[in-house]
């Protein structure tokens, strides 16, 4: 019951771009096409996940215990230690694609690399440490790990509701000044309201 509350509130409650507002560049530059809204978010699925595993089990095992450094000096290393294997792994999604899916990966354009720089994903391995860093080993593990995963689902449920909107709006017939990014701000910030609907459900 624990861990299908933790993924109610990581998908709908504190979904990182629709509560949190983070991650609000890709949202928004890959949002227009469903199809490279899919690719995006499996990607982002796939970082957080692997990203929320290695940073847990790094900070754990190099980090926190056989260091034994400073509160201070650790909170820095988390950050610098994280991008790394935050920008490893989307080096790594970058190559699978452009070899399997090359299409997808032309799609996806300079988004992808941006996963890199995406803050949600930086946000949830820090979310991570915080929420699960004070109990077991195991159990923070499976918990951040799961967490991460929720979270990318929550990325990718926002970023396909998204993209279904802006594809309905491409034929509506919007004023000229409200046409592109604004009325994408605009519908980003109606699916917040909507979303907040969703506070104090887990």
């Keep these: 019951m624990q861990y299908v509350k933790l993924v109610i509130a990581a998908v709908f409650v504190s979904n990182f771009v629709l509560a949190q507002f983070l991650g609000l560049c890709p949202f928004i530059g890959v949002s227009k096409k469903t199809s490279s809204a899919v690719g995006m978010g499996i990607a982002v699925i796939f970082v957080m996940t692997l990203a929320s595993f290695v940073t847990y089990l790094v900070y754990w095992k190099l980090l926190y215990m056989p260091l034994g450094i400073g509160v201070d000096a650790r909170d820095y290393l988390n950050i610098v230690v994280f991008i790394v294997v935050i920008a ?7 190559m699978v694609l452009q070899k399997s899916m090359p299409a997808l990966y032309r799609a996806l354009g300079i988004y992808l690399p941006l996963i890199t720089t995406n803050c949600a994903v930086l946000g949830v391995a820090q979310l991570n440490i ?24 929550g990325f990718t449920l926002a970023l396909l509701l998204m993209s279904a909107i802006r594809e309905r709006l491409d034929e509506a017939d919007v004023p000229l000044p409200f046409r592109g990014v604004p009325i994408a701000f605009v519908v980003a910030s109606a699916l917040a309201l909507a979303f907040l609907g969703f506070s104090g459900m887990a």
């Design 88 to 94: 490893s792994l989307v080096q790594f999604v970058e």
């Design 130 to 153: 915080s929420r699960f860093g004070s109990g077991g080993f195991a159990a923070g593990l499976l918990g951040a790990t799961l967490n991460g995963f929720a979270s990318g689902l």
